[in-house]
């Protein structure tokens, strides 16, 4: 059974760091591209940043520059450092497989809230 | 940049079809996938390629791809089928993601 288990959330103060974790079970994580996804308080699925295979690293706008996805395929964990963090950063991350393009499998999401 | 266009909302009786669509320029030339979020729970893909269906997703759900609208529908729409439902894209162009803007749909 695949299961994605985020971590990492919680409150911090505006122009703070967090840094999320997602580990995976159930498949050949190295094999598979891996993406986070987040969802703001009454706002619809934004995808985050993506992570292939071979470590090759996308970002959207509204974070690059910020954050980093990483990935560590000997212990099968996706990582999240986000940096600067703003108040529309709040939101649940949800970490995710890539396949031709598509997410199969979710976490659970883990929760972000940036405010003073 | 590439954007997809979602309803806001759709409301349908119990029984009936559901019919959520998602637009954009010349969207029928590339995969578009489907997903479906209840309330606090993770996203669930529905439908993925235009029009397969994921294991364990009933056959109500279906899905079509052509010119610039994408469109997911939902038969015999049941009480447990109301939700948000996104439909998503990977632009080759830029290697982004893009979700539509989402559409919650009310079962009557």
């Known amino acids: 059974e695949v299961q994605l288990v985020e971590s990492g959330g919680g409150l911090v103060e505006p122009g703070g760091s967090l840094r999320l974790s997602c580990v995976a079970s159930g498949f050949t994580f190295s094999s598979y591209s891996m993406t986070w996804v987040r969802q703001a308080p009454g706002k619809g699925l934004e995808w985050v940043s993506s992570i292939s295979s071979r470590g090759y690293e996308y970002y959207a706008d509204s974070v690059r520059g910020r954050f980093i996805i990483s990935r560590d395929n000997a212990d099968n964990s996706l990582h999240l450092q986000m940096n600067g963090l703003r108040g529309d950063d709040t939101a649940v991350y949800y970490c995710?497989?890539?396949?031709?393009?598509?997410?199969?499998?979710w976490g659970q999401g883990t929760l972000v809230t940036v405010s003073s | 940049s590439y954007v997809l266009t979602q309803p806001p909302s759709v409301s349908v009786a119990p029984g009936k079809t559901a019919t959520i669509t998602c637009g954009a320029n010349?969207?029928?030339?590339?995969?578009v996938h489907w997903y479906q979020r209840r309330p606090g729970q993770a996203p669930v893909l529905v439908v993925h390629d235009d029009s397969d269906r994921p294991s364990g997703i009933p056959d109500r759900f279906s899905g079509s791809n052509s010119g610039n609208t994408a469109t997911l529908t939902i038969s015999r729409v049941e009480a447990g089928d109301e939700a948000d439902y996104y439909c998503?894209?990977?632009?080759?162009?830029?290697?982004?993601?893009?979700f539509g803007g989402g559409t919650k749909l009310t079962v009557l």
């Open positions: 995710a497989t890539v396949e031709q393009g598509r997410s199969d499998y």
């Open positions: 998503q894209v990977w632009d080759s162009s830029t290697d982004h993601v893009l």
């Open positions: 010349n969207i029928g030339s590339i995969s």
